[in-house]
C-alpha cells in the first residue's frame, strides 16, 4: 500500500487511532529531545562561564523594511572616490614562471588528521586571518568572523560537541552511501584532533549584520563570499607551511554558536584544526584529477 | 479585500470568468515567453555551432537508488593505501616571515572591471586552473569544471546574455537596497569587460557525475568545495601577478549552461573575467575590516 492510498484510507475510515499514534509520537519526541537539549546545556556551562563577553549581538534592534524608500542609503557612500589601480607589472616570463610555482607548492597541500600539538605563533595566526580577510564580497560586506580557539577546555569542549553529533550523523542522518564513500579516507565520529591540533579556527558567516544607523545591513552572496575567505585562507595556510583539516561540522551549529556565544545573525559554516603534521601523519594515497578532465578551453 | 476574502469570495460565487482570466493570462505568459525562447535560440545558434561537441553528459543514465544496499561500493577503493606525509618543515621564523609575506602580496587584491585586452600566455591559464584543482572536496569528489573562454564571438555572446539578464535583475529582480548598495561601486548591466579582457574563466558545479560502473556518483558539499577551489583559483590569479573580477551571474545559468554546450548535471557558480587591468583602470576606494573587526580569540 503506498503513501498516497494509505492517507485516502484513513482519511476515508476517520482513523482517530492513526492521529493518536502520531500525536504521541510527537509529545515523545518533543520530551526527549528536551532532556538532551538540557543534558548539553548543563555540559557546556562550566566552559561558557569562561567565555562570558560582550555580544556584538543585534537580537533586539529593530529589523527595518528592507526596501523602505525612506532608508535607500548605500551601505558604503555612495561618493566613494575611484582612485587609480596600479599593481606591479610582470612580464610574460615572471606570470609563467609564478604560475608554475604556485602550482607546484600548492599541489603539496593535503587534508591532514593528525596534528603535533607544537604551538603557532600568535602572528602567524593573526597573518593567515588577515589574508582571508582580504577576499572579495558581494558589495564589500565582508560577512565573516573567524574564531580561533587555543585553550585547551574550550577545544575539548567542541570536540565533545562534533563527536557526539557526527556519532548520530553517521548512524541516523547520512546516507549508506555516504558513509560507505568516506571509507577510504579512515574517517569516523571520534575525532583526536579536536583537541590535539594547537589551534582551531571556525569560520562563521553573518547572513546580515548592521549599520552605523542602524538599518539591516544585507550581506549579498554571503555563502560564497564565506567560502571563498575559506580557500584563501587555505591558501595562506599552505603558503607559510601549516597543514589543516576542512571539515563542515554537519548539525553542529547551534551548539558550537552557543559555546562560543557567537551572535544569532552568525552561522558556522567550516571548522578547521590548524598546526603542523604529526610525525606519524599519513594521508590517503589519492590522485587528483588531470587538467583536461576539468578544464574546458573555448 | 485582501487575497484570502477574494479567493473564498471566487469559491463561494463559483466565478468562472476569474478562472477564464487566469488560464488566458497563463497561455498568453507562455507564448510571449516561447517567442523569447525562440529568439534567444536564433541568436546563439551560429555560436553554437562552433562548440559542438561530444557531451560528457548523463541525461540518458539511470539513476540507481542513492542507498541500493547492493550498489554500496565506495566512489574511490576502500582499500586505498595510507601513506607518510612529510611536507618540508619550516622553523617559526620562517613560517613567520612567509605569511607577513603572503599577506602583503594577497593585500594588493583588488577586483578590477576594466581589463587590458593583452592575451594571458595558454600555459598560465593551465596552471592557474591546475592549481584550483588541488582544492579540498567532500569525500575527494572534485564537483568543479573550469571552462576557459578566449574565442571572441563567444565572449561576445556571453556578453549578451549577462546584459540581458542583469538589466532584468538591476530592474525588475533585486530589492531596491540590493542596487543602493551597489551604487559605490559603479556596476551597471553594460559589462564591457567581458568582451575586453583576454579570458573568461567560467566555474561549473557538478551538482553529481557518474562511476565507472554507471553509478551515480555523489558530490557532498559540492556548492562550499567549488567556493573554496574559487578562492584558491583567485589566489592564483593574484600570485602570478594577474587580476579578476568575482562575479556570480544571476539567472545566467541555464542560457550560459546551453550556449557552452554543458551537461545538465553541472550550475554556473561564477564567471571571472581574468588578465591584465587596463591602463586607465580604476577602483572604488574601500577599507577591508581590521583583524579585530574579523577576528575572535579564545
New interface residues.
Partial sequence: MNIISLTLWTLEHNCYYVYTVLIVFFIGFTVVHKNRLEANLNRTAATKKK?ARNWNSGRERDFPD??D?D????????????????????T?E???R???E??EL???????RAFSPEP??D??????????????S???T?P????????QS?KEAIRTIVEEEEELNYTQRM????V???????TKHIKPYLSEAPALLLVFRQTHSWRADGKKK?H??S??SV??????????IQ?????AL?S?PLNCNARLREL?SRPVNERL??LLPVG??HQ???????S??T?SE?????
Avoid at 567560502?227 to 595562506?236: K, S, T
Wanted: glycine residues 4%; proline residues 10%; hydrophobic residues 40%.
Fill in positions: 567565555l528592507d526596501d524608500p532608508h535607500l542609503v548605500p551601505a558604503i557612500p555612495e561618493d566613494t572616490p575611484h582612485v587609480p589601480y596600479k599593481p606591479p607589472q610582470r610574460d615572471e606570470i609563467l609564478r604560475s608554475r604556485y602550482y600548492m599541489a603539496q597541500r593535503r587534508t591532514v603557532i605563533p602572528e602567524v595566526l593573526n597573518n593567515i586571518i588577515k589574508t582571508a580577510g582580504t577576499s572579495p558581494g558589495a564589500h565582508e565573516w568572523t573567524f574564531v580561533v580557539v587555543q585553550d574550550v546516507s549508506r552511501q555516504w560507505t564513500d568516506l571509507k577510504p579516507f579512515a544585507m549579498y552572496y555563502e560564497v567560502a571563498i575567505a575559506a580557500g584563501i585562507l587555505l591558501a595562506a603558503y607559510c607551511g601549516l597543514v576542512t563542515t562560543l559554516e567550516l603542523r603534521p606519524n601523519a599519513t594521508v590517503p594515497d589519492l587528483r584529477k587538467l576539468i578544464m574546458v578551453k573555448i
